[in-house]
């Protein structure tokens, strides 16, 4: 009779862990979403950028809802709204903010790709951009990424390792000749105290010789320089 109650008590444990793994497996396996590796999307006003947006889901999807929204301070709106019926259809598009904005990619063939096209940017254009997905078949939970797009007016610093390079070899060369400057004038003070050690002797006996020959004048001449 005891032995009963305790397989009972293990089933229930058994059942109470599976349970536990069902409700575990749709956080750990769940839908993702990917705005891809940089975090901060610079480009040129005037020009188009692509804002990228991926999404996976290992349960697949069916009336899959996504929407962009735009967030700077105290600005918030959503830019572009639609569905995706089914793993083998494209998004429709519902509603859409602005008419320089486009749904690129596609969701068939398990591309999941929902990247928006801005064009014609404008400085204002700068702010958060978030990609939301909610899958019903997921309790409708909401997954989302967001990227930042900054819009400036030219692009610098278009390759890092070549302007890191660059940067490198015109340091060097700035630095070389500042030491070959400083060596130069480094020799020359050394040259010029030698000389004028030489001539303050030569001033120095030779106005010891003779005061009034006008030669503490030239001596005067030569002392504002190394003032300087
Ligand atoms: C970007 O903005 C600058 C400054 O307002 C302007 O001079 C330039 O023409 C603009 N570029 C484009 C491609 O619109
Ligand atoms: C927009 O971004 C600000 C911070 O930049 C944040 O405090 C605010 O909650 C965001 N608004 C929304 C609706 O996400
Ligand atoms: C998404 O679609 C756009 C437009 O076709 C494409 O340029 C981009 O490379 C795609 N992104 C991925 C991750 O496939």
Known sequence: MPGAGDRG?????????????????????????????????????????????????????????????YNISDTYRILIDGTVKNEKSDPKVKFKSDDRITLEGSTKEKMNNISILLRNLEFSDTGKYTCHVQNPKENNF?????????????????????????????????????????????IAFIIKKTQEKKKECLVSSSGNDNTENGLPGSKAEEKPPTKV
């Open 9 to 69: 008590a293990a089933r229930a444990r058994w059942l109470g862990t599976g349970l536990l793994g069902l409700f575990l497996l749709p956080v750990s396996l769940s839908l993702e979403v990917s705005v891809g590796k940089a975090t901060t999307i610079y480009a040129v006003n005037g020009t188009e950028i692509l804002l990228p947006c991926t999404f996976s889901s290992c349960f697949g999807f069916q009336d899959l809802h996504f929407w962009w929204s």
């Open 142 to 186: 909401q997954h989302q990424a967001t990227i930042f797009l900054q819009v400036v007016d030219k692009l610098e610093e278009v390759d890092n390792t070549v302007t890191l390079i660059i940067l490198g070899v015109v340091g060097g060369v700035i630095g070389l000749l500042i030491l070959i400057l400083l060596v130069k004038k480094f």
